[in-house]
């Protein structure tokens, strides 16, 4: 183990060998505790390499609780520092997509056709913990079609890049709006790495209907978060463990969806108010670096 890490050299990264050094003590001693065999073994190589070919890593790390658990943590982080009060952080999930043209106050996602989803409306006010609007925070906005797809990433590919997907930057009163179409939930892909694993584990890979987001300022840390479509079978029975009690908005129905340039007159409508909290010291200590896709 010394060997395969280098260790006790001063070559080399010490954080990642302190890491590895671990990880592959803890797997050694796995395999010694459960008897494990070659063939097992092996097993789990090749599905290593399906999992990469799949490109599914990520999806993987939300199935298996792992960047649930990175919330925790932040949780824990955040209760031991005394900050207390702001939107709950839940996961972001591997679908994101940078580059979003920023809009002033309002952002219409719906950019293709799409005859199974009814309109939605999402709106609110980002604030800070004293109930202040913050002017000029980034709000991003993304989720999925009525086929459980995201654009980009949609293996049809009848999305273009961007739709579904939007971003605003609010003004003085705070506010933020997006003009879309109702999303549902979505299952892992049948044939992938992620689904092939969760069945060995007699699991499923299904999530209730969602809708993601960034919120950015300067003055305040980032928050990454999503909310839950009332109403939706799955919301506690989530495979990836985002749902919070605090992110299921309710939705309501309301008319006049013609003179906001949506579909039809009668549109669903979410209010959701984003609230902020400070940086940390002078610093965001809410930025992950991760690998994510641009358009």
């Known amino acids: 183990l010394k060997a395969a890490s280098n260790i006790d050299s001063q070559e080399g990264n010490g954080r990642f060998k302190q890491i590895l050094h671990r990880l592959l003590s803890d797997l050694f001693k796995a395999i010694d505790d459960l008897d494990i065999t070659p063939d097992e073994v092996w097993a789990g190589i090749n599905y290593l390499n399906k999992l990469g070919r799949d490109g599914e890593a990520a999806l993987l790390a939300a199935g298996l609780g792992l960047e649930k658990y990175l919330d925790v943590r932040m949780d824990a982080e955040d209760k031991q520092l005394g900050l207390e009060g702001g939107t709950p952080r839940t996961i972001e999930g591997p679908l994101y997509v940078a580059g979003a043209p920023v809009k002033e106050g309002v952002s219409k996602m719906d950019l293709d056709p799409d005859?199974?989803?009814?309109?939605?409306?999402?709106?609110?006010?980002?604030?800070?913990?004293?109930?202040?609007?913050?002017?000029?925070?980034?709000?991003?906005?993304?989720?999925?079609?009525?086929?459980?797809?995201?654009?980009?990433?949609?293996?049809?590919?009848?999305?273009?890049?961007?739709?579904?997907?939007?971003?605003?930057?609010?003004?003085?009163?705070?506010?933020?709006?997006?003009?879309?179409?109702?999303?549902?939930?979505?299952?892992?892909?049948?044939?992938?790495?992620?689904?092939?694993?969760?069945?060995?584990?007699?699991?499923?890979?299904?999530?209730?209907?969602?809708?993601?987001?960034?919120?950015?300022?300067?003055?305040?840390?980032?928050?990454?978060?999503?909310?839950?479509?009332?109403?939706?079978?799955?919301?506690?029975?989530d495979f990836a463990y985002a749902t919070r009690e605090d992110l299921i908005p309710p939705v309501t129905q309301k008319t006049g969806g013609k003179e906001l340039g949506l579909k039809a007159d009668s549109y669903q409508d979410i209010e959701f108010d984003f609230v902020l909290t400070p940086l940390v010291e002078g610093k965001d200590n809410q930025i992950v670096q991760r690998l994510r896709a641009a358009a």
């Not at 960034?214 to 109403?231: A, C, M, P």
């Open 115 to 237: 005859e199974n989803a009814g309109p939605l409306v999402i709106h609110g006010t980002v604030l800070d913990l004293d109930g202040k609007p913050v002017e000029g925070a980034v709000v991003e906005c993304w989720h999925a079609n009525s086929k459980g797809f995201y654009s980009h990433f949609d293996p049809t590919g009848e999305q273009t890049d961007f739709n579904l997907r939007g971003a605003v930057r609010t003004g003085a009163d705070g506010k933020y709006e997006f003009r879309t179409l109702m999303p549902v939930g979505y299952g892992c892909p049948p044939e992938g790495a992620t689904q092939t694993l969760l069945d060995e584990l007699g699991r499923h890979g299904n999530r209730p209907a969602h809708v993601h987001f960034f919120v950015t300022s300067d003055s305040h840390r980032k928050l990454t978060t999503q909310f839950n479509i009332e109403g939706d079978p799955l919301i506690w029975d």
